[in-house]
């Protein structure tokens, strides 16, 4: 499975983006898809989740209310809708998919993206 993840940017404070992530290759394999990201000297921080179905899904507490995910599955993109962005927001996000039914560790998640860097400028 390749994760092809787009859409960063830069933008200000209060403003919004829709990262995506496209999947490829062997994606029978995946019953769930994620977000994560990782600012600079921090670790990788849990976003958000998506089930296969579309009918799961699950945040950070610090996304919670302001980012939603989704999915297409004709396409196999998932994208992440963030509103409201503060600067705390900035990172590198990663996408990643499982190949667990149960996937609630960052370490159950067994592909990744490259990654695409948000900046939210204050």
């Known amino acids: 499975v390749q994760l092809q993840a787009s859409g960063g940017g830069l933008v200000q404070a209060g403003g919004s983006l829709r990262p995506s992530c496209a999947a490829s290759?062997?994606?029978?394999?995946?019953?769930?898809m994620g977000w994560f990201r990782q600012a600079p000297g921090k670790e990788r921080e849990f976003v958000a989740t998506?089930?296969?179905?579309?009918?799961?899904?699950t945040y950070g507490e610090s996304v919670k209310g302001r980012f939603t995910i989704s999915g297409d599955n004709a396409k196999n993109t998932v994208y992440l809708r963030m509103n409201s962005l503060k600067p705390e927001d900035t990172a590198v996000y990663y996408c990643?998919?499982?190949?667990?039914?149960?996937?609630?560790?960052?370490?159950?998640?067994?592909?990744w993206g490259q990654g695409t860097q948000v900046t939210v400028s204050s």
């Open positions: 998506l089930s296969r179905s579309g009918g799961s899904t």
């Open positions: 990643a998919a499982s190949r667990r039914v149960s996937y609630y560790d960052i370490n159950m998640f067994d592909f």
């Open positions: 290759g062997r994606t029978f394999l995946i019953y769930g």
